[in-house]
Structure formats: C-alpha cells, structure tokens
C-alpha cells in the first residue's frame, strides 16, 4: 500500500445523520484513520476552519442559495477536493430540504435549497437516508485503492465505482432533473418489465412511502421525500451487472484492508 490520502466531510444543510453513520463503523473508522486516511476537514471532528486542499471531499446536505458563505464553501470544495463525492440523499438529490422554507425565529431567511450537483461537478453520487455505514466504509476504501494502489487495486476499485459515478452522471445530465423519487423506478424498472417483486426498495424508504402490492411497489407521491433511497437499493436499477463477477474479488479487497 502507498501512503495515505486526505479526507474532508464537508457539512451543508442537513441533519448530521450521514456524519453518524460515518462514526458508526466504529473500529472500521478506526481502521481507515490509522492506515488509510487522513481527517483533514470536518466540523465535528477536526479544528480546523477553513476548506483544506483533499483528496476526497465527503460533503452532507444541500446548498442554501440564500446564503453566500454556503455557496461559497461548496465552490470552494470542489476547487480544492480532487474527488467529491456527495453523501447522502440530501446532497445527492435534495432530499426533504427540498420542502424546507424560511421564517422560523432566530435563523436566516432560508428558503431555497439544492443538491450540490446543481452548483459543481460531482464525481460520485452516494444516496440514501442516510447511507449505511458499511457502504460509505466502502467508499472511502476504495477511493484509497483508486488513488493510492496499485494497477490491479485501481482498476477494482474503478469497477466498483462506476455505478456510483453513473448516478452522478445521471444527475448532471442536461437532460434529466437532478432530483429522485419513487417514479424512478417506475419509468426505468417496472415500466420496462424489469421489477421482480423482490421488495428491496420499500424496505429501504425511510418514510414508509411504498408499500408491495401484487408483488409489485405502490408509490406514495405525497409522502416521498425524494431521496433517491429505493432507486439507488433497487438490484434492477443503475447497478451494472457485469459487476457481479468480480463481487468475490471486491469484497476480499475491502477485508483484507480492514483487517490492517
């Protein structure tokens, strides 16, 4: 292995669940911290005032366009940051921050907020509400191999992010919003006979939002949150099956890095 890359979390609009899910690999952070990466930015964790330059850029929550200092921290991220990568369904697609509007007591006036796809270029998109612990694990794990390993470890790693930079593709795309929801699957699952009734996305929506019906998710439009959870949970979505082969080899790769 090579010397270790630098890694920032970078906290917009949001409700510090994706930073908790981070914490919650427990000894794997640990892991990570002691052989893999170095934390040289995060709000919570680090003392340190100012958008460092990185290697990777975790960054959480959405973007208030009401506020300067928020737009300017996320242009500054992507300025500084070689990969950026957005974490969570709020940075990835908006999430509930969509709904939020301004007036309460004691705070800015904030009333429009936008996934940080809608002001830089994203590099990979890790949605959901919040992630889970293992998958960001996983991230972070590889980004390293893609940076630091060796050719073997960066074509892995490569494969193993594709997907993941696909969404992020998917989102900037002229021709397609940058937000998510249930009609996703719709359109580019059930719609095009590729649902198997296998119930994977209404065990991942947070807000209960689909239920099976006949063998096949119902959408509640109404209490959908848009945060790309199912779409991203669904086996016959984004993810490349050609993938699949190389599952054994991936997965050896991320033991063997954190049994170090």
Not at 54 to 82: F, Q, Y
Not at 107 to 129: A, K, M, N, R, T
Request: hydrophobic letters at 40%; a negative charge; charged letters at 20%.
């Amino acid at each position: 292995m090579a010397d270790k890359i630098t890694v920032g979390h970078v906290h917009m609009s949001g409700c510090t669940g994706c930073l908790v899910s981070l914490a919650d690999n427990y000894e794997g952070l640990f892991t990570i911290l002691d052989n893999y990466a170095d934390l040289v930015y995060c709000l919570t964790l680090a003392d340190v005032r100012e958008i460092p330059k990185m290697d990777v850029a975790l960054v959480e929550g959405s973007v208030c366009i009401n506020d300067p200092h928020s737009v300017e921290d996320i242009k500054k991220t992507r300025e500084n940051a070689t990969i950026v990568v957005a974490l969570g369904g709020c940075a990835a697609y908006g999430n509930i921050t969509r709904f939020s509007r301004g007036g309460q007591w004691n705070q800015v006036g904030h009333e429009s907020f936008v996934p940080i796809g809608d002001l830089i270029d994203v590099d990979v998109y890790l949605p959901c509400c919040p992630p889970s612990p293992e998958s960001i694990r996983n991230v972070c794990v590889m980004a390293y191999l893609l940076l630091k390993g060796n050719a073997d470890q960066k074509a892995l790693a490569g494969e193993y992010l594709k997907p993941l930079m696909a969404l992020a593709k998917r989102g900037s795309d002229a021709n397609r919003s940058s937000d998510a929801c249930g009609c996703d699957l719709m359109y580019d699952v059930i719609n095009q006979g590729l649902c198997m009734g296998c119930g994977t996305c209404a065990a991942s929506c947070p807000v209960k939002a689909i239920t099976m019906e006949y063998g096949k998710p119902n959408i509640d439009r109404d209490m959908c949150i848009k945060c790309g959870s199912c779409y991203t949970a669904c086996p016959r979505s984004f993810f490349s099956m050609d993938l699949t082969s190389k599952f054994e080899s991936i997965l050896g790769a991320i033991d063997a890095a954190m049994s170090v």
